[in-house]
């Protein structure tokens, strides 16, 4: 890859983390692979409803494009994606994804997100960007993520307007930043861990509007413990760094 090419990146692995995603990871990787250039890199957590053996079938299917990392250690989304940059920042790629499997985040949005790193280091699939929204989701999702958007900005000084989102598109050179191992969030609250971290280090972040769509098939796995992790992890993140982003970071 020269540094030319980082204005118009044409390759890109998109890492897929799933648990208990069976019948959303099939309709979801084939639309992945419509887009040239692209592979997925899924990294599932000991499903137990197939999910696993689907992957795998995926990978056959899809040889040189699909690749599955099966965990065997602690559970979680934020220590699965701390296992799955490192291995995907030494895939010959110009951009690095991450998404969630569960089909609420669109493939279709995926070019213009890609397009965008050529001018930031991290895009956010921003569900707050003018443009952008959400279907399908109950009332209280909608305001859950709201109010951990306010409060994420509030407490860490991230000017972002979707800090939570899932859906982000990173430059590898944006990835060899954070420190992977040291992600501690189990939940989505190492989004925020990530996106501060990349930001304290002069990453430029931009966000493109995204809809999103609640899923339709199986079931959230957010739970109580998650949830109270998302309140303590901004302020851990606080106290880790000992200062803000830089407001020109964003
Ligand atoms: N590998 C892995 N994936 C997870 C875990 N928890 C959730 N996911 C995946 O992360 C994505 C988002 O999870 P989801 O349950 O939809 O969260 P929600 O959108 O906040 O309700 C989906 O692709 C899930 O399958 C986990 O512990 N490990
Ligand atoms: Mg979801």
């Known amino acids: 890859m020269s540094a030319s090419s980082l204005s118009s990146p044409t390759t ?10 069976v019948k959303n990871l099939p309709l979801l990787v084939p639309r992945i692979l419509e887009h040239e250039g692209f592979q997925v890199l899924i990294v599932d957590d000991r499903s137990t409803d197939g999910t696993a053996a689907a992957a795998d079938e995926l990978a056959t299917q899809f040889p040189g494009r699909v690749e599955v990392l099966h965990r065997t250690g602690k559970r979680g989304l934020g220590l699965s994606y ?20 569960d089909l609420s985040h669109d493939p279709r949005f995926l070019p213009a997100m890609v397009a965008a790193t050529g001018k930031f280091d991290v895009v956010i699939g921003s569900r707050y960007a003018e443009g952008a929204g959400f279907k399908n989701w ?25 800090c939570t989102s899932g859906y982000r598109c990173w430059r590898p050179s944006a990835v060899r930043q954070i420190h992977w191992e040291r992600v501690g969030a189990e939940g989505f609250a190492f989004l925020v861990e990530t996106l501060c971290e990349a930001a304290l280090a002069g990453c430029r972040i931009g966000e493109t509007p995204v809809l999103f769509i609640g899923r339709r098939h199986g079931s959230s796995k957010l739970t109580a413990r998650i949830l109270r992790e998302a309140f303590v992890v901004p302020w851990r993140v606080l106290m880790r760094f000992h200062q803000r982003p830089p407001k020109s970071g964003d």
């Open 12 to 21: 890109a692995i998109v890492i897929l983390p799933t648990l208990n995603e």
């Open 82 to 101: 701390a296992e799955a940059f490192p291995k995907a920042a030494t895939a010959d790629v110009d951009v690095i994804c991450q998404m969630d499997a």
């Open 138 to 162: 109950p009332g209280y999702r909608a305001a859950l993520s709201m109010g951990a958007n306010a409060y994420v900005r509030a407490v860490t000084g991230l000017q972002a307007k979707d």
